[in-house]
């Protein structure tokens, strides 16, 4: 009965661990600035909102830290939907 019960404990952990990420991660794409110029420490991987106008109705831009380079991380720009507040 112990041999089955390790697994599944391991599945908890992961599953626990897993949703963590995504707590931490949605926590960092809540970030939103009106320049972006404010963003000064964007790290790789990292997710930014910008609402500085230049998207369409509807939509506004985002700033994801894309690699490391020699002069400092790469940022790409895309404008994506705007989430509903809740």
Same mark, same amino acid.
């Given at each position: ?6 697994? !599944?404990? %391991?599945?908890?952990? &992961? =599953? ?5 990420? /995504?707590?931490?991660?949605?926590? +960092? ?13 964007? !790290?790789? %991987?990292?997710?930014? &909102? =910008? ?5 369409? /109705?509807?939509?506004?831009?985002? +700033? ?23």
């Amino acid at each position: 009965m112990k041999e089955a019960a390790m697994p !599944r404990i %391991g599945l908890v952990a &992961l =599953v626990s661990a897993a949703a963590l990420g /995504a707590m931490a991660h949605s926590a +960092v794409a809540e970030q939103s600035y009106m320049r972006e110029g404010d963003i000064v420490d964007l !790290r790789v %991987g990292q997710r930014v &909102l =910008v609402d500085d106008g230049s998207c369409p /109705a509807g939509q506004i831009k985002q +700033v994801i830290g894309a690699k490391l380079s020699q002069n400092g991380v790469v940022r790409t720009l895309s404008c994506v939907p705007r989430l509903a507040k809740k």
